[in-house]
């Protein structure tokens, strides 16, 4: 079985990184989406907004309805910071006969040669990196090892944010489309980032 990973925040969880999901999904052939909020994302300044139990309800309710994502907890489960290869070796010990691949934007696909322990990630993991258009993608500056398990694939230019969302709901203003109905009812209900 092919798995993608979209890992993140999700402060919340929106349209955009559904939408993104079911693109990887369709585009690079994966049986699943596993969508895995981060505990403490290790590149992010500011704590999240809402607490981990909240974005965790947040992303099953997002997952709802879509028989190929599948909300999962592994992260927030082993607590303390995120680290993509601490990860991956869960995964690989949980899951030994599913190949994996990490979802990510194609801004992000330029930094990884910066990650943190990137030789041996690539050993075990593959990335799928979602070019937005007119988004130029230059992967020469890469070792070949990373540059051949990198698979770009095309995603419409979405742009909506979790920073954005928090902002409107600050200001009282409808996010209404913006997230799934079912994270906008949540997000009513336990007054979430409002001022």
Request: hydrophobic share 40%; with cysteine; charged share 25%.
């Amino acid at each position: 079985m092919l798995v993608g990973i979209m890992g993140g925040t999700f402060d919340p969880i929106h349209t955009g990184h559904l939408i993104a999901a079911e693109r990887a999904r369709v585009e690079a052939g994966l049986d699943e989406v596993w969508l895995m909020p981060a505990n403490v994302p290790p590149h992010k300044s500011n704590a999240p907004k809402a607490t981990t139990q909240q974005r965790w309800e947040m992303v099953c309710l997002a997952a709802e309805g879509n028989p190929f994502f599948r909300p999962i907890d592994i992260e927030i489960s082993k607590g303390g910071v995120s680290y993509s290869i601490d990860t991956i070796q869960l995964l690989r010990k949980q899951y030994p006969t599913t190949e994996f691949a990490y979802i990510i934007g194609a801004d992000m696909v330029q930094y990884l040669p910066q990650w943190h322990r990137i030789d041996d990630i690539v050993r075990h993991i593959r990335f799928i990196g979602l070019a937005r258009p007119g988004y130029e993608l230059d992967m020469a500056h890469m070792s070949a090892n990373i540059r051949e398990r990198v698979t770009i694939v095309p995603m419409p230019l979405v742009e909506i944010s979790s920073t954005a969302i928090r902002e409107e709901r600050r200001q009282e203003r409808s996010v209404r489309y913006l997230v799934p109905e079912v994270v906008n009812g949540y997000m009513e209900v336990n007054r979430l980032y409002e001022a």
